[in-house]
């Protein structure tokens, strides 16, 4: 992890990122580095450290083929990108607790007495939770990892897109998951620019901001 970082500028990568439409088809991305990118955006914070987050990976012309009809007016992106990282928030991710938890006890991370609480405490907590309180934690949680995935990709050397326009009710379904479990959250283009996407404009900080 951390091996293949080209660029450890912090401020290019957060004032340099654009949202990139178009990508040098040529230009692949090896799937062991796709692995890397995805394991370092994984180190996003989250709710009680359950890591709700799936993806998705479609590289392959079958995969891209697939997912064209429901990417709406984002086709461009699907077709000329080395990747279209399918995000995903799962509403069951508290089935991995005991194996996070007890990796961090065996990694010397958390004391087993913290462990023990920790776990009894979230299994207790999360399967009274509504399916929409799920989803919201989700929803949330993976849209860190999204935004982190986007900044990795960039240290990478890469480019990215988030996309909202895309058939919600149809994608997980299509890639043969349980529709019922994840919820899509956006998709990620990423690619080698081949045309650079606008620098855009944002609001003041006294605009967005109440102070009390």
Excluded at 35 to 42: D, K, P, Y
Excluded at 125 to 130: D, E, Q, R, V
Excluded at 180 to 209: D, F, N
């Amino acid at each position: 992890m951390l091996e293949q970082i080209r660029n450890n500028d912090f401020v290019d990568i957060i004032s340099g990122r654009r949202s990139v439409r178009w990508y040098e088809e040529e230009v692949k991305i090896a799937q062991e580095e796709l692995r890397e990118i995805i394991q370092e955006a994984s180190l996003a914070p989250s709710s009680a450290n359950i890591q709700p987050w799936r993806v998705i990976v479609v590289a392959s012309p079958e995969g891209k083929q697939k997912l064209r009809p429901l990417v709406q007016f984002n086709t461009r992106q699907n077709d000329t990108s080395a990747a279209m990282l399918v995000i995903l928030g799962d509403t069951q991710s508290e089935r991995y607790v005991e194996e996070i938890y007890d990796a961090a006890v065996e990694q010397g991370k958390m004391p087993k007495e913290v462990r023990d609480k920790q776990v009894s405490q979230i299994q207790s907590m999360f399967p009274h939770l509504s399916q929409e309180q799920k989803i919201e934690i989700a929803k949330i949680d993976a849209s860190l990892f999204a935004m982190q995935l986007m900044l990795v990709a960039r240290a990478h050397g890469y480019d990215t897109n988030p996309m909202a326009g895309f058939e919600r009710d149809q994608v997980v379904g299509a890639f043969d998951l349980d529709a019922e479990r994840y919820v899509p959250v956006m998709i990620l283009s990423i690619g080698k620019a081949k045309e650079e996407g606008h620098e855009s404009v944002r609001l003041p900080s006294e605009r967005i901001t109440f102070w009390r």
